[in-house]
Structure formats: structure tokens, C-alpha cells
């Protein structure tokens, strides 16, 4: 189980690290690359997160809500489209990566996620 904890504080993590990259984003041209790819490998790891917690081996309470977090935000957040269309139309317009820029840091704020994701991460 120690490994398993070790394995999770590296992807708890990676999303932090790819949180605090968007937040310290400046909205220029260049940043809808680094927008896609941080929120990609945001999803990617929730998406790992849930699939190995919802095996029913691991049940303590941080695993559990670690387990419900992730699963939450896969299930109503996703700005592929979006990320998408801005990049054909609109990726060199600041006010648009600031919007969706601002949408997803927002997203991962929803029930305090990236909150939560630290204090497991500080337990684990």
C-alpha cells in the first residue's frame, strides 16, 4: 500500500504542477499549446486516478474522495472543444486564452479539487 500512496503523490502532483503552470500563464499567442497540453495531462491523470481507485481494494476516506473528485470533474468538465476551436480561429487573441484559461483554473476549483488534492496529498 506505501507504493500505491508513493504513486498517487506523484500524479496528486504533476496536476498541482500543471495547475500552478496555467496560472502563471500570461495569455500570449504561444500559451494555447501550453493551455492544451497542461489541461490534457490534467484529465489523463484524473482519468488514471479514477480508474485505479475504482478497484474496491482501496478504501480509506482521502482514496474515496480522491476516487469521487476525479470522477466528478471527468464527468462535467472537458474544454478539448473549446482548446480546439480557439486554436483554428482565435489563438492569437489574448481576452480568449485569458477566458479559457480562467474557465479551466476555475473548473479545477469547483468543490475545491485542487484545495482538497493537496491536503490528501500532504496526508498520504
Known sequence: MNSFHEYL???LKQILNSYQILTELNDVPNDLEIINKEFSKIKGLLQVIK?????KKYQ???LVTLHKLSSHY??????SREIQLLSQIYSNDPNRLKNIRLLIIESLNDRKLI???QIILNKL
Open 74 to 79: 471527468i464527468e462535467n468538465y472537458d474544454f
Open 115 to 117: 484545495e482538497k488534492f
Open 51 to 55: 480508474n485505479k481507485l475504482g478497484e
Open 60 to 62: 480509506s476516506d482521502n
Open 9 to 11: 503523490k506523484g500524479i
